[in-house]
C-alpha cells in the first residue's frame, strides 16, 4: 500500500510518499503552484505514478485542536480531488510539521529551506499519519 502526504499551501505543497511496508516517508515533489487545478493535476500524476492507495492531508489545527479556516480550504480541496481519482483520503494534524522542518534545515542556505521546508513537513505529515495508525 503506498501513500502520498500532502502539506497542501497557497503557493507550494509539498509532497512525500510512503510504501506501507516500509514505513518511511520519502520527500517527493514540491509543487510550485497556487492554482488549484494545476496542483489536482500535479497530484494526479504522482498518485498514477506511484500508485498510491491512500493520500494524508496535514490539518494545521490549533493548539487546542480547533480547526482554522485554512482547514476548511484544505477539506474543500481534498474533495475536488476525489472528483477525478479513486483514492482514500485521511486528514491528521500537522501542528508543528513546519517548525520541525525548520529545526531539520537550520544552517542551510535560504533557497534550500525554502524548496526543502514543505517536502519535510509532507513527509512529518506521513510521520503523524504512522503514529496515528499505531495508536490504534
Do not use: H, Q
Not at 503506498?2 to 509532497?15: A, P, Q, W
Not at 509532507?122 to 503523524?128: F, M, Q, S, T
Request: glycine share 6%.
Amino acid at each position: 500500500i503506498m501513500v502520498l502526504g500532502v502539506d497542501f499551501g497557497r503557493k507550494k505543497t509539498g509532497t512525500a510518499f510512503m510504501d506501507m511496508d516500509i514505513k518511511i516517508p520519502f520527500p517527493y515533489r514540491l509543487i510550485e503552484e497556487s492554482n488549484a487545478r494545476k496542483v489536482k493535476r500535479a497530484l494526479m500524476d504522482i498518485i498514477e505514478e506511484k500508485n498510491i492507495d491512500t493520500v494524508v492531508f496535514g490539518l494545521p489545527l490549533s493548539d487546542e485542536g480547533k480547526e482554522s479556516e485554512w482547514c476548511s480550504e484544505i477539506k474543500r480541496f481534498s474533495e475536488f480531488l476525489l472528483k477525478s481519482v479513486k483514492v482514500n483520503i485521511v486528514f491528521v494534524d500537522e501542528y508543528g510539521t513546519s517548525k520541525e522542518a525548520d529545526f531539520i534545515l537550520r544552517g542551510r542556505k535560504k533557497n534550500v529551506k525554502k524548496k526543502a521546508n514543505d517536502l519535510i513537513a509532507a513527509a512529518l505529515i506521513l510521520e503523524n499519519y504512522l503514529n496515528v495508525l499505531n495508536k490504534k
